[in-house]
């Protein structure tokens, strides 16, 4: 006996890769339903060798239905998923709205699974952001051994993080870089992103932060441990798809870099790929459609007492999005709904 599942924003990047997902991972479905604005109705998506039709999500009555999974913006989660969750499907979010709900559970399997029965208080839970995703689940088993007590990121995100139109952005500006005739001024991004970096993702907040580092430092907190400071600065970058971060971090004991790689070897859902020679590490291009999240170019900090460094990458559609949500609601079916 399978779930009846909802895909809420199925044509939209995230929502076409959360199917992609539940296919690939043999997600135990009897029924699916593929919900989107009604501009977008009858728009096909696919679903394994299946290919459906999407429903307008202003109709859909929820009733009955298990699981939906949302990949609309923080606006049409505000209208739909109460509308959903009252009706008794449990809503997992990717978008924004409730992460920083005390009474949700915002959660990455691999880091917090316990938070999981947290869902009932509202049958919400959220899913991270992007960045935070890939690199809670680097902090997680070094955090267990040694207790983090600071971390410094920085990110270099792709432009898939700001949906299609970022992705359109950057291929239109770099086929005009070769045409001056047909010059793209930015629409999606601040400055042109083509050949280009922006130290600008979300917007500004009064400390001089954008809204992009904040959600890095609480979702860590709320994820991980309350204890944890993060800083963060986040650029965006002219990579289609493929969150990078270069992480510090301080701990409060010493963790030799040798045992940090072992330890992060047998950590769930990462690969090391860790040689000190050309080309013996990840980049955003290689992890395109992989489900795990890749750290490299592992090293003591020599500059402070216990410190190490390295560089995380991830697909952020997948671990950062779509992956995370599908893995939520494996967890979700493993340890309440019991039923697959």
Known sequence: MGYRVVVVGATGNVGREMLNILAERQFPVDEI????????????????????KTKDLAAFDFTGWDIALFAVGSAATKDYAPKAAAAG?????????????ADIPLIVPEVNPQAIHGYAKKNIIANPNCSTAQMVVALK??????????????????????????????WDQTKAVYNPINEVEPKKFQKQIAFNVIPHIDVFMEDGST????????ETKKIV???????ATCVRVPVFVGHSESINIEFEDFLDEDEARDILREAPGIMVIDKRE????????????????????????PTIENGLNLWC?????????????????ELLGREVLKKG
């Open 225 to 231: 441990d309350p204890a944890i400071k993060v800083t």
């Open 313 to 329: 990458v991830s697909d952020n559609l997948r671990k950062g999005a779509a992956l995370n949500a599908v893995q939520i609601a």
């Open 33 to 52: 339903a593929v919900l989107a604005s009604r501009k977008s109705l009858g728009t096909e998506v696919s679903f394994g060798d299946k290919t459906l």
């Open 278 to 301: 050309a080309g013996g590490y990840v980049t955003p291009v290689e992890c395109v459609g992989d489900f795990a999240t890749f750290i490299s170019r592992i090293r003591q900090d």
């Open 141 to 170: 088993p070094l955090h267990d051994r040694a207790r983090i007590k600071r971390v410094v990121v920085s990110t270099y995100q792709s432009v898939s993080g700001a949906g299609k139109e970022g992705m359109d952005e950057l």
């Open 89 to 101: 499907c449990v809503v997992i979010d990717n978008s924004s709205l409730y992460r920083y709900d």
């Open 211 to 218: 809204k992009e580092e904040w959600k890095m430092v609480v």
